[in-house]
């Protein structure tokens, strides 16, 4: 279901039916456009297709039936998935974590509080895995979104989710050029629901309408014959409105108000407002200037039936989803995937090796030649020659008289021809064989394997810079809907230095006193801190700190070493539990040794009597 279809309750009213009208309309007018624009109908073709030969299927219908009239197999040797597979992987195995940073020295105290706040709901809510479904997706098809949305089941604990869509479930501007969507008019997300689902959260929704809406061919569709599902369509889109900037003299920040709020706020101003530090009162006149801002709404809607919407319940500038893309088409507006650069060296290595495999197959043996009588056992020959222990029998005096014509050989082009394709396809996706894992060399330095590794993800830039962009964004997102929604006092377990521990959140909630920690105050930046460290690096870094330590004893503690093996949790731990052991030994007697120095000298010092 719909996210905000969780939210019916709790929604803000439509407003005026007129000016809800207009807005459908409008909607609707868009969703028309964008399903038959180019970047999202060159989007979908090659993403449909990019799919398919992931999962083998990567010969069209024609090729199919030309395989089956000649009686050939349609054998597929898939070179596309493990280099895709290499590439998720690698996201997964990467460090990259959106943390918190200050603004100003006085925010530092509640850095640590925040960023933990930020890492135990990332956990909880099982963002990090959401998203690499997104990113997933993003390498197979090109693009993806996370959603996120607030769950009031509960209404006095709302819940924050998130809920990823492929990128042929939702439509974006095709005129956007920003990837952080900051310049899209329009956001579409697509679910298809059976008429008992939907009317489980909207009664009165008219089946009618969304079925007879559809009126010609380029029409968007909404209802489903063949399944009997009607689409529901959530719409996000923005609208500008009349504001007023104004310095409140309560906090001296800049904020806004529409003009009738602002009106009602400067009159309680002017007759004075009681609060916790006494009456605050200001005759003076409080700096304003008028303007205008984007101000969000959503709307859920099946053909011409509206099923809810409103403002945007959330204080956030923009749609509270995250994008996630792959590589861009810039003369097409439209986002590709991994795959689809690797097709071409795919489909000519698939014809290059069933051809290869028919002339091993088809390729006239060598023909026997000789006298007859030459050969005593000429039958056996018929019907066992193929066998690996069957010998020739010649009659004597006859050896002469026996050969056999050479046997055609295969031209080494077809063998130059698959080496050169393979590669083509590792070089088209990055997927080099030291990022997969597989040995060049005999025996290298870990720091040259570990330099080629760093050179090889840099052809990798664009994808994983953009993965790193949207991860920033899903940080501010998921950080402004915690501080919007967790306001009640909990205890929060986070990682730091010494392990996991409980910290407590809005149970201290004035500044003033020992222990502030509303989460909701203070202002704060975001960075996201990468670490390259794939499986082949870790074991890279392990091997040159053995040698390292190998060269220069007891420089480098066993548990550092241990933390780049693949060894299991409890053999590393008797491993530093011994070390430590025979460290507090040493430590012991070395104590012992100075003590008894100690009592030496003070005997040789002692006066005699």
Not at 18 to 41: A, C, G, I, R, Y
Not at 77 to 106: C, F, R
Not at 453 to 473: H, K
Not at 521 to 541: H, K, L, P
């Amino acid at each position: 279901m719909s996210p905000l279809a969780e939210r019916q309750d709790s929604a803000p009213p439509l407003g005026s039916e007129e000016k809800v009208d207009e807005d459908l309309t409008k909607l609707l007018d868009w969703l028309q456009k964008v399903e038959n624009s180019t970047p999202e109908t060159e989007y979908r073709k090659t993403s449909m297709e990019d799919y398919n030969f992931y999962s083998g299927k990567q010969d069209t219908d024609d090729v199919l039936k030309e395989l089956e009239g000649l009686k050939r197999p349609a054998t597929i040797y898939n070179e596309v998935k493990p280099k895709v597979d290499m590439l998720i992987g690698m996201a997964a195995q990467t460090k990259h974590n959106a943390t918190v940073v200050p603004v100003g020295v006085e925010d530092e105290p509640m850095v640590e509080l925040m960023a933990g706040t930020l890492d135990h709901f990332q956990r909880k809510e099982k963002i990090v895995r959401k998203e690499l479904e997104c990113f997933e997706h993003t390498v197979k098809g090109g693009r993806s979104l996370l959603f996120f949305y607030i769950d009031t089941s509960n209404p006095f604990k709302p819940v924050i989710k998130a809920k990823r869509y492929d990128g042929r479930n939702f439509y974006r501007d095709p005129d956007a050029q920003e990837y952080d969507m900051s310049d899209d008019r329009f956001l579409f997300l697509d679910k298809w629901l059976t008429e008992h689902q939907i009317k489980q959260f909207w009664k009165e929704f008219d089946t009618s309408m969304a079925q007879q809406y559809s009126k010609g061919p380029d029409m968007p569709k909404f209802f489903d014959e063949a399944q009997e599902k009607y689409r529901i369509v959530e719409g996000w889109y923005y609208k500008f409105i009349d504001v007023i900037y104004f310095v409140n003299p309560m906090s001296g920040k800049v904020e806004f108000l529409v003009p009738a709020e602002y009106e009602k706020f400067e009159k309680v101003m002017r007759d004075g407002l009681n609060t916790e530090n006494g009456r605050f009162q200001t005759s003076e006149q409080i700096p304003h200037q008028e303007s205008f801002k984007k101000q969000y709404h959503y709307m859920i809607f099946s053909g011409e039936h509206k099923c809810m919407g409103g403002p945007s319940p959330y204080n956030w500038e923009g749609f509270p989803a995250v994008f996630y893309g792959a590589y861009k088409d810039y003369d097409t507006n439209s986002w590709f995937g991994a795959i689809t650069v690797m097709k071409d060296g795919q489909r000519t290595l698939n014809v290059n090796r069933r051809q290869l495999v028919y002339l091993l197959q088809t390729l006239p043996k060598g023909i026997l030649m000789h006298e007859i009588g030459s050969v005593i056992n000429i039958e056996e020959y018929e019907e066992k020659s193929s066998q690996p222990n069957f010998h020739l029998e010649i009659a004597k005096g006859q050896f002469e008289k026996v050969k056999f014509q050479e046997q055609p050989r295969i031209s080494p082009v077809y063998h130059l021809l698959d080496g050169m394709l393979v590669q083509t396809i590792k070089n088209s996706s990055g997927a080099q064989d030291n990022l997969m894992g597989i040995q060049t060399t005999s025996r290298e330095p870990g720091i040259t394997v570990r330099a080629r590794q760093q050179t090889g993800m840099a052809v990798l830039y664009i994808l994983y810079d953009n993965l790193r962009e949207s991860r920033l964004q899903r940080g501010k997102l998921h950080m402004s809907l915690i501080q919007q929604y967790v306001t009640e006092e909990m205890a929060i377990r986070i990682k730091g230095p010494e392990g996991a521990r409980l910290m407590q959140i809005n149970s201290v909630m004035n500044p003033e006193n020992k222990g502030f920690n509303d989460i909701t105050a203070g202002e704060f930046d975001y960075e996201v801190e990468e670490t390259a460290e794939t499986m082949s690096i870790r074991a890279a870094t392990a091997q040159m700190l053995v040698e390292f330590s190998q060269n220069n004893p007891n420089t480098i503690p066993p548990d550092v070493i241990l933390e780049y093996t693949d060894l299991p949790y409890s053999a590393k731990q008797r491993v530093k539990e011994h070390w430590q052991a025979m460290q507090d030994a040493e430590k012991a007697n070395a104590d012992r040794e100075y003590d008894l120095r100690l009592k030496e000298i003070a005997a040789k010092s002692k006066p005699k009597t």
